[in-house]
């Protein structure tokens, strides 16, 4: 089904879209101080699957979005997912070298540079949803939406909740919830960008959460799954690293054939909350399949 | 004229106003997870001149601006001044272990809690606006204004020709230029946000910007003269690091008698931009003399 050939146009659509509306909203590398600006390219352009810009635009053709804006979307979320990645890499943080095959942010250029890198990448994700040409209203949402899923009791609050994890036995329910805030939390809010940008009504939006709350989940089980069964060069990242830290895994907790089996129930669980939507929500079920199958 | 008393007063009464916003409006200890939330309170509330929240209420009473608007300003923009303080703090930046007599974010927690709670402060700046209570088309302004002045090509992009400059030898210009993006952006922004919240118009913006275009070159010039002056403890952070390090700095471009008039200089133009403006400004007017007699 992921072999459809359709999706597969949709798919490279949408993804050479981004890669075009990323180079251009991005300062160039020639704009002062331009070791700043060369150091944010290279974090946000080093490729990975676009999840999250790709769910911006597959709930965004659920209405009638501007396509503008869901370029602005799209953008402002993948600059907050590499804003995290960039931080996360960091000696301080999980130490890691390599990033989707290339060297980190702080090994290809510096640690400052890296740290400025993040920061500034997560202003610039706020600042194009302020300048974006859509109603003030929808772009103030937005706004909401993002800082709520990346601040405190979002992303940033889920690695906090996560560096404290480390040689703790975690159950279940700390598992997920840390793993709904860390991970998920952006997931979901890609899907509800898009959502927002296209004017859906509250039930559809409340669909909308189903699926993406699923989603995020089968996501963080697949990557723990990648963990304990991918080489490092298969993950563009050293592998491995969850069990060698001691970090509580869903792999570790359920175990690997269960983890597996668990993400497919998750997977098919997100696209029944879809069935209110007809084939325009074709790209949202064909990404939740992705999820599950993908390398990463 | 410092001691002017009803500026006394003012001063007494902006500044409790604000400390009183700010502890509403962080979340609390007690919030999951809580060590981050509670290294946060201690990296924003750890005191400081709060001369940016100042200058938003100095601003903001020049026209016709909303209270709750203006605490919120106030609030977000000294919530950037306290992440970029956290990051500067940083062992792969400045490695200082003072600031304002207590430890450090990262000394008093740890590296990779500073990290995120520099993160999470500057995601929580921009989620304040958002659901501040004014018209969107304000609110989306400030956001505008605050990340242009505290991303790449502001403030972080300060940060980074500051991180360039270490051992170079940058001429006065060079020097204007990376003060202008590292402490001048966020400072004029502060000014320039009480102005939008007030509904000023184009004419007194200006006035406004020239203002605090004069206001935040004194400032630098103040700092750098106390770094060479002051110790330690009355800064309330190591003294003398520009010199150790090799910084450039107006007191080794100018001379430090020089620098000293030249803050007085530029403290009067700053006060001169304020003609058009009646007594309402005088908080702005005490906020210039403030900013050269601080011992910061």
Redesign the interface.
């Known amino acids: 089904m992921t072999g459809n050939s359709s999706f597969q146009e949709w798919l490279k659509q949408h993804s050479e879209q981004f890669e075009s509306v990323l180079g251009d909203i991005l300062?160039s590398a020639q704009?002062?101080?331009n070791?700043?600006?060369e150091a944010?390219r290279y974090a946000a352009q080093g490729g990975g699957k676009r999840v999250r810009p790709l769910l911006v635009y597959a709930a965004g053709q659920l209405g009638d979005a501007k396509p503008e804006m869901l370029d602005c979307a799209a953008v402002a979320i993948e600059c907050i997912h590499a804003?995290s990645l960039v931080?996360d890499d960091?000696p301080?943080?999980d130490n890691d070298d390599l990033r989707r095959g290339r060297p980190t942010v702080h090994k290809a250029f510096?640690?400052?540079?890296a740290?400025?890198v993040?920061?500034?990448l997560?202003?610039?994700a706020?600042?194009i949803l302020?300048?974006a040409d859509d109603?003030?209203?929808l772009?103030?949402q937005m706004?909401?939406a993002l800082?709520?899923a990346?601040?405190?009791?979002g992303m940033?609050?889920g690695?906090?909740?996560d560096?404290?994890s480390v040689g703790k036995k975690l159950d279940l329910a700390d598992l997920k919830h840390m793993h709904a805030l860390k991970t998920g939390a952006l997931l979901s809010c890609a899907v509800q960008m898009g959502g927002i940008a296209a004017h859906l009504n509250v039930s559809q939006m409340d669909s909308l959460r189903g699926y993406s709350e699923a989603l995020g989940l089968t996501f963080q089980i697949v990557d723990d799954v990648l963990d304990a069964t991918a080489d490092s060069q298969t993950l563009g990242k050293t592998a491995g690293k969850d069990a060698a830290n001691d970090k509580p895994t869903y792999v570790t907790l359920m175990g690997l054939d269960y983890a597996q089996k668990q993400a497919q129930t998750l997977q098919a669980q997100a696209i029944g909350h879809l069935e209110g939507f007809g084939s325009e929500a074709d790209p949202l079920r064909e990404l939740a399949l992705l999820v599950v199958n993908r390398g990463k």
């Open positions: 300062d704009t002062i101080p070791r700043l600006h944010m804003y931080h960091l301080c943080m510096d640690e400052a540079t740290l400025l993040g920061d500034a997560q202003t610039r706020f600042e302020a300048l109603s003030a209203q772009r103030l706004i909401a800082a709520a990346s601040g405190s009791r940033a609050g690695q906090a909740i560096l404290d």
